[in-house]
């Protein structure tokens, strides 16, 4: 039959089994509450170099001194800043790669740049011939859709070779398209 050791040992037993399973809950609650803690962090922070920069873009939307081309593109730039500060506001998730694209600041003149960019957008369009000789050779999808990718940034190239006006969005989606 039962002794009093031997139900003695199992009420310890399940004491310890308790307090082990209370630790494990008490663990995953503070992991829980840093991980929110740092999400909220990451959030704010996030809101914080959007305005920024969602300010230097209407700064520069209304300067004398730079082409009313690229006065709207600062605008248009504004716009997507202000946009995802308002979706991050109101709980939305916002890729960071939308966020880096609204915090980009175009600069005042992309003559002063001209030479970085075709640099840049060069090497993408390498790297999208590439890739139509070596990974989209089975997917003839794939290789419509990186094709005109590579028109869209030769076209960007050629219109900054020839010195017309490039919006500035067309030259962040060409320089996007690795």
Known sequence: MFTYARITGVRRARIRLVSVGAAVVALLFVGCALASESASDQKADAIQRLEAAEHKDLQESTNPKVSPQRQADFAIQ????????????????????EIAEATEIPPESVRAVKGRLLEQLK????????????????????????????ARTSAVIEMLEVGEFVPWADIQQALNEK
């Open 123 to 150: 090497k993408v369009r390498e790297i999208e011939s590439r890739d139509e000789l070596t990974i989209y050779v089975d997917d003839p999808v794939g290789l419509d859709e990186l094709r005109e990718e590579e």
């Open 78 to 97: 504004a716009k997507k800043a202000d946009l995802a500060i308002r979706e991050l506001q109101h709980g939305y998730r916002v890729p960071e790669s």
